[in-house]
Nanobody, 123 residues
Framework: QVQVVQSGGGSVQAGGSLRLSCAAS????????MGWFRQAPGKEREFVSA????????DYADSVKGRFTIVRDGAETTVHLQMNSLKPEDTAIYYC????????????????WGRGTQVTVSS
């Protein structure tokens, strides 16, 4: 059974930083290709960032390029989303996701999802 557990988030003023973390467990060795998505009130869920199993590939939505960074830690099973220069429009529930295989899932599809964490950016 794959479990995706998120941590981090919270409230910050515009221009501040937050870091989200996501751990995906279930494999005896190695991690998963991972992605981050977000959903703002009244809007559809949107892609934020993704990283490949090998960490060779990363991708970002245009709206967060240059401000957000996705990295995997040495344990391989945990991925972090470092969010800098936050804007009020970044306010949303952020979801972490993992997909099967040992490749790259990009914008999807993902089979395993975290419960979401609130990020609120005030002006």
């Amino acid at each position: 059974q794959v479990q995706v557990v998120q941590s981090g988030g919270g409230s910050v003023q515009a221009g501040g930083s937050l870091r989200l973390s996501c751990a995906a467990s279930g494999r005896t060795s190695g991690g998963y290709p991972m992605g981050w998505f977000r959903q703002a009130p009244g809007k559809e869920r949107e892609f934020v960032s993704a990283i490949s199993w090998s960490d060779i590939m990363t991708d970002y939505a245009d709206s967060v390029k240059g401000r957000f960074t996705i990295v995997r830690d040495g344990a391989e099973t945990t991925v972090h989303l470092q969010m800098n220069s936050l804007k009020p429009e970044d306010t949303a529930i952020y979801y972490c996701a993992a997909c099967n295989g040992r490749g790259y899932c990009g914008t999807g599809p993902y089979q395993y999802w975290g419960r979401g964490t609130q990020v609120t950016v005030s002006s």
